[in-house]
């Protein structure tokens, strides 16, 4: 009986053990995966999808940084993704990401972070039926570390 109770709680610990190291190597992977290299110019874009389509994603640009968490490939209806994006250019840099909405309507979300000032100038809706939709955007931090929020919604 006792060598039982001895295994089983060997086991138990093992297992704890285990799944205590696995969560903590997959915490520092997430951590990893996110990582904005220091001294860095970053852009984050908060993408919201407040329509009833799922929009897909039909490209993307950023030709003066690196993507740490790239546009993805589609954003369900009523749900959110967030871009992240850095550069070592010290001057700033842009992105942007197009998605389409609807069969003859898209978005384009555009964020430019440069030490002149950081905007969403170039956001717009494209297509025969962009007019349909309305992209709000709000800055809320500025160069070098911009954070803008876009909500597409229909008209």
């Known amino acids: 009986m006792t060598t039982s109770a001895r295994r089983s709680r060997t086991a138990k610990i093992a297992g704890i053990s285990f799944a205590t190291l696995a969560l903590a190597g997959a915490a520092a992977g997430i951590a990893h995966a996110g990582t904005v290299p220091a001294n860095d110019v970053t852009v984050a874009m908060t993408i919201t999808n407040n329509t009833d389509f799922p929009m897909f994603l039909q490209g993307s640009d950023n030709p ?14 009523h749900s959110s993704e967030i871009v992240t994006a850095s550069s070592a250019d010290p001057g700033g840099f842009g992105i942007d990401a197009s998605y389409s909405i609807t069969s003859g309507s898209g978005a384009v979300f555009t ?16 297509g025969d039926y962009g007019d349909a939709f309305t992209i709000h955007t ?3 931090t500025g160069y070098p570390t911009m954070n803008a929020t876009y909500a597409v919604q229909p008209n």
């Open 64 to 77: 003066h940084g690196q993507w740490i968490q790239a546009p993805q490939e589609s954003i369900a209806p």
């Open 111 to 126: 964020a430019n972070n440069y030490s002149s000032g950081a905007t969403t100038d170039g956001t717009h809706t494209t």
């Open 138 to 140: 709000n800055v809320s």
